[in-house]
């Protein structure tokens, strides 16, 4: 079956430390693979993506992302958090479906608590 | 360029009651998705709208139904309401046709409570 796992429900790191989110899929056929993140009563919020090419993926706020093939994951991080980064984060793949057309498949989800 | 809009906000309704969600895509945008996003869970899949007609199904039953305009706005009709219904909806938007690659906008959701 295909799937996204995010290993860690919370994430803590203090302000200033690099960050990881850690993110692995199963998928058959090349993975198309997204990061989203949610504020608390918002709607999510789209990051970044792998598509094909470089597998280091760069998007919004400072953050980026390592497409692993070999591993099947897609790891966020970010070089120095901030305390604004506390949310919770969703990591996606967008898989055909049998019947045509796409879905998106979304992890659990893994709320970042950054400390000052 | 107008962003993903929904409505109500919340709401609230019994057991065996019916319900209409609406949502607005963004402008210029084709496709619309709805996903259930449980408390503490990541967003699941309900249907996906693309020109009209439903071109994908997550697992819910019959009771969730949807359509979607010619100018590309939706519904999401849940019939018979039960308990476990009560969710954050979530309705995304995307312009999409045969390239899977595009990122959703989603819109910031409608809280239902069934009670």
């Known amino acids: 079956a295909q799937s996204v796992a995010q290993p860690e429900d919370q994430v803590n790191v203090a302000e ?3 960050l990881t989110v850690k993110c692995t899929y199963s998928v058959s056929g090349n993975p198309y693979l997204f990061w989203y993140v949610q504020y608390p009563n918002r709607g999510l919020q789209f990051l970044l993506k792998y598509i094909t090419g470089d ?3 760069k998007g919004s706020y400072g953050f980026e992302a390592e497409f692993n093939k070999s591993q ?3 790891h966020l991080k970010k070089p120095s ?3 604004s980064d506390s949310a919770l984060y ?3 793949v967008r898989v055909p479906r049998n019947t045509g057309g796409f879905k998106t498949i979304f992890g659990a989800g893994t709320r970042l608590f950054v400390k000052a | 360029e107008t962003g993903v809009t929904q409505s109500p906000t919340h709401l609230i ?3 065996g009651q019916q319900v209409t969600l609406r949502c607005s895509s963004q402008s210029g945008h084709n496709t619309v998705s709805w996903y259930q996003q449980a408390l503490g869970q ?3 899949f309900i249907f996906q709208y693309y020109r009209e007609e439903e071109n994908g199904r997550g697992n819910f039953p019959p009771r969730f139904s949807g359509l979607q305009f010619p100018n590309y706005s939706s519904e999401l009709n849940v019939n018979a309401l039960e308990l476990d219904d009560s969710a954050l909806y979530l309705c995304a938007s995307s312009l999409e046709g045969l390239a899977p690659g595009n990122e959703q ?3 910031p959701g409608t809280r239902l409570t069934v009670l």
Do not use: E
Request: glycine share 12%; aromatic share 16%; hydrophobic share 40%.
């Open chain 1, 81 to 83: 958090a901030l305390v």
């Open chain 2, 42 to 44: 990541g967003p699941q």
């Open chain 1, 90 to 92: 969703f990591c996606a």
């Open chain 2, 105 to 107: 906008f989603f819109g």
């Open chain 1, 55 to 57: 597998n280091l993926v």
């Open chain 2, 13 to 15: 309704k019994t057991r």
């Open chain 1, 16 to 18: 200033g430390n690099p």
């Open chain 1, 72 to 74: 099947t994951s897609f």
